[in-house]
Every structure is written in C-alpha cells, then in structure tokens.
C-alpha cells in the first residue's frame, strides 16, 4: 500500500470529514490546510497493519502508548493557530511525524519535539525521506518547550498536561496562538486555544471535547 499514491482517498476524507462533516463538528475551511490535508500521505505515518484504515475518521496507534489523532482533529487544531507561511511553530508530540507534515505545509519552520527516542527517530526519518526540509525533530521533554527556537508564532500539543504548562505560555510571541487538550489522562479534555496578546496578556477559550493521550514528563 505504500506505493500508491491514495490522492482519491485523501480527497474523500477531507472532504467527507473535514470540510463537510457528516456530524455537528464545525467545518474546516482554511484553504491552506484543505490543501495540506489534501497532499500528506497519511498511510506513510501509520504502521503497515493499519494502513488500510489511514483515511478513516478515527485515530491509530503508531506503538509505545501512542495515537496518531484522527484527520478531523489534526486539521482543526491546525486551523484555529492561523498558520502564514513565515511563521515559526512548536509542535509538542511529534508522535509518527504526521501533525509536523501538515504543519510544514503552510508553516515556514517547524520545531517537534518527541519523548519516546525511537519514535522521534522513525518520525525524522520518515520526514526527511519525504523531503520536508523545514521540520526539525528532536527527543525531549515537550513539558520544557524548545527554548532555543523560541519564542514562537504558534505552539500546538498533541498530547494532554493537566494544565496549560506555564513554559510553553512563555514561548509564545505575542500576537501567538496555542492549541492543545487540556485534562486528566485517558478521560476526556477540552481542546482550548490559548492566546498571547500584544499587550501581554493570556486569553484561553475552551473549543471543544478532545479525547489525547496523556502528556509524558520526563522523570529522568
């Protein structure tokens, strides 16, 4: 399955699931993202067994605990950061490397960071054989941000702290957007966006119920 190209498939999911839900979700109508959701080979960031089900509206495991989110949340958490093409981007969870691809898309320069070493490896892989010259992946803890790169235009976590860590807030520009699910592990969470403004200060907006895998700290 991984020499064919699935474009048609890929037009069916967003069409069907992103840009005219079949449910009550809100339609995604970005046209950089449509695009974006359109061209990455989401069956290239799944494991083999499980590329028969890559453009299906629903996550997949990719090993070590963790999901690959489904097409429907990965395009709408991408959306709501308003995304330009100089922008700089945090993206917490690299996970199989598919959020940092769609990101990389629209964005200028992408910054991942993944706990789990073997899965950042597989992820920086996959993403250089794709030739997405513009993502930088690399193992840590996603708690911590990537000071360096900082401060950033947008942040987006694909896994759920407790809180909105304080840290990632103070990597933020201002006139920055952050989108992660925020909540206890394994019950659901509210996917909120989370706004520096010029003047400094924080908004937080609560968009809608998540269900992520917990945020991992590194205990070492």
Known sequence: MGNVNHASDRDRMVDSQIQNPYDSRPPVVDDAVLRAMRKVPRHLFVPE??????????????????????PYIVAIMTELLKLESQ?????????????????????GEVYSVEI???LAMLAR?????LDY???????????????????????IATAAPKDVPQSLID?????????LPVGPAWRTQMLKLVERHSDGSITRDNIMAVG???MIRDKG
């Open 125 to 129: 892989e996959r993403l250089a054989a």
């Open 87 to 107: 922008h700089r981007v945090l993206e917490v969870g690299t996970g199989s490397g598919y959020q940092a691809a769609v990101l990389a898309e629209i964005a």
């Open 171 to 179: 990597q933020l520009k201002p006139g920055g957007r952050m989108v």
């Open 133 to 155: 010259r513009n993502v930088t992946v690399r193992a840590g803890d996603g708690y911590l941000g990537w000071p360096e790169y900082a401060p950033f235009d947008a942040i």
């Open 49 to 70: 067994e499980h590329q028969n089900l890559a453009y299906e509206d629903r996550p997949l495991p990719i090993g070590h605990g963790q999901t690959i989110s489904q």
């Open 116 to 118: 789990v070493e073997s």
């Open 212 to 214: 992520f895998v917990p």
